[in-house]
T-cell receptor
Framework: ETGVTQSPTHLIKTRGQQVTLRCSSQSGHNTVSWYQQALGQGPQFIFQYYREEENGRGNFPPRFSGLQFPNYSSELNVNALELDDSALYLC?????????FGPGTRLTVT | SQELEQSPQSLIVQEGKNLTINCTSSKTLYGLYWYKQKYGEGLIFLMMLQKGGEEKSHEKITAKLDEKKQQSSLHITASQPSHAGIYLCGVRGSTLGRLYFGRGTQLTVWP
């Protein structure tokens, strides 16, 4: 158990809808990163939040946005969902170099 | 961007056998991470290597970092069914906390 939790576990949405995924980081970790993992692929970095500000972004469009709260928990928001957004979404919290992942949210877009 | 090549893509071994998984980077390694993932689940942190020549072990799993060759290897001794899963290597990018991952190695251990 890493102490990183994510909700919901599974989610089914329709193309064009919006979705919010949540992540609670491990106690004491002030940095949260979000990754998208398509089937059969390694995780792809979406963005990272440090002390409530975005601190690095991967090759994802602006319809992927996020927030980090004072307690270091975080949200990932995806607008105008597309079929290709179907994936496992992982958050990871870190303090320094070691990074610990949550169990993920499986998003299916139909 | 950093590219990681893992080999083999999949591995099927009999319980009790030793095995090695390799990870090769297209660029200089600054921090190499090994994770294990059960299908559809989160990543379990195994170990992190930072210095050339560094070697770490956890139970029956040993990982080594060869900085000159830009490679890391993960070795499992006397494999067990509990070792089955997907092994992912990741390297740290310029943004602290950003990891680039390989596609993973699917390990099956049959009794």
């Amino acid at each position: 158990e890493t102490g990183v939790t994510q909700s919901p576990t599974h989610l089914i949405k329709t193309r064009g809808q919006q979705v919010t995924l949540r992540c609670s980081s491990q106690s004491g970790h002030n940095t949260v990163s979000w990754y998208q993992q398509a089937l059969g692929q390694g995780p792809q970095f979406i963005f990272q939040y440090y002390r409530e500000e975005e601190n690095g972004r991967g090759n994802f469009p602006p319809r992927f946005s996020g927030l980090q709260f004072p307690n270091y928990s975080s949200e990932l928001n995806v607008n105008a969902l597309e079929l290709d957004d179907s994936a496992l979404y992982l958050c990871a919290s870190s303090w320094g170099y070691e990074q610990y992942f949550g169990p993920g949210t499986r998003l299916t877009v139909t | 961007s950093q590219e990681l090549e893992q080999s083999p893509q999949s591995l099927i071994v009999q319980e009790g056998k030793n095995l090695t998984i390799n990870c090769t980077s297209s660029k200089t390694l600054y921090g190499l991470y090994w994770y294990k993932q059960k299908y559809g689940e989160g990543l379990i942190f195994l170990m992190m290597l930072q210095k050339g020549g560094e070697e770490k072990s956890h139970e029956k799993i040993t990982a080594k970092l060869d900085e000159k060759k830009q490679q890391s290897s993960l070795h499992i001794t006397a494999s067990q069914p509990s070792h089955a899963g997907i092994y992912l290597c990741g390297v740290r990018g310029s943004t602290l906390g950003r990891l680039y991952f390989g596609r993973g190695t699917q390990l099956t251990v049959w009794p």
